[in-house]
């Protein structure tokens, strides 16, 4: 069974500074999709970033980006110039790509970024 | 236009009752699941839905039945309910292909007392 490590319970960054959230991953698939999930106090559960792992490309989207290890089987989401808004559980997901309804989300234990003006 | 829309927001019960939670999505998907978010924000999957037929289901106790009329909707009802049911439950939907990322609703708080 597939398992998501995210080994920091919390982080913290100062408002327009950089942090990277860590993020590993335990499977034996060669094919399969990996995402950033962000959840402020809102509960609302916001999709942040995606990978494919067939692509060596980093996913980019604007500030977020990631760091996408394939060998060492490592996520790590980067984000720049942090702004306050950024304060939230981040969770890294798993998804596998074997079609016909086994496939599921398998989410880390998340990481709660607090942002310090 | 709510993506995925669950009800109620919040619900708080007694040990023992029967509650509901419903779920509809009106972004064409295919696929819906059920998520269980304990106490220490940790998710888990619960059920998965694909054109109203169950797909997985991860080891619930059976007091958990969802129910999916149709596609749009997938509802979940919890029978005696016990303390440690406290959680929030959150609904989801996919398209259903490994790509496809999931939509979540906004969550319910459900609070056994």
């Known amino acids: 069974a597939q398992t998501v490590t995210q080994s920091q319970p919390e982080m913290s960054v100062q408002e327009a500074e950089t942090v990277t959230l860590s993020c590993t991953y335990d499977t034996s698939e060669s094919d399969y999709y990996l995402f950033w999930y962000k959840q402020p106090p809102s509960r609302q559960m916001i999709l942040v970033i995606r990978q494919e792992a067939y692509k060596q490309q980093n996913a980019t989207e604007n500030r977020f980006s990631v760091n996408f290890q394939k060998a060492a089987k490592s996520f790590s989401l980067k984000i720049s110039d942090s702004q306050l808004g950024d304060a939230a559980m981040y969770f890294c997901a798993y998804r596998s790509f074997t079609q016909g309804g086994s496939e599921k989300l398998v989410f880390g234990k998340g990481t709660k970024l607090t942002v310090n003006p | 236009d709510t993506a995925v829309s669950q009800t109620p927001k919040y619900l708080v019960t007694q040990m023992g009752n029967d509650k509901s939670i419903k779920c509809e999505q009106n972004?064409?998907?295919?696929?819906m699941y059920w998520y269980k978010q304990d106490s220490k924000k940790f998710l888990k999957i619960m059920f998965s839905y694909n054109n109203k037929e169950l797909i997985i289901n991860e080891t619930v106790p059976n007091r958990f039945s969802p129910k999916s009329p149709d596609k749009a909707h997938l509802n979940l009802h919890i029978n005696s309910l016990e303390l440690g049911d406290s959680a929030v439950y959150f609904c989801?939907?996919?398209?259903?292909?490994?790509?496809?990322?999931?939509?979540f609703g906004n969550g319910t708080r459900l609070t056994v007392t």
């Open positions: 989801a939907s996919s398209q259903g292909q490994v790509n496809s990322p999931l939509h």
């Open positions: 972004l064409g998907h295919d696929t």
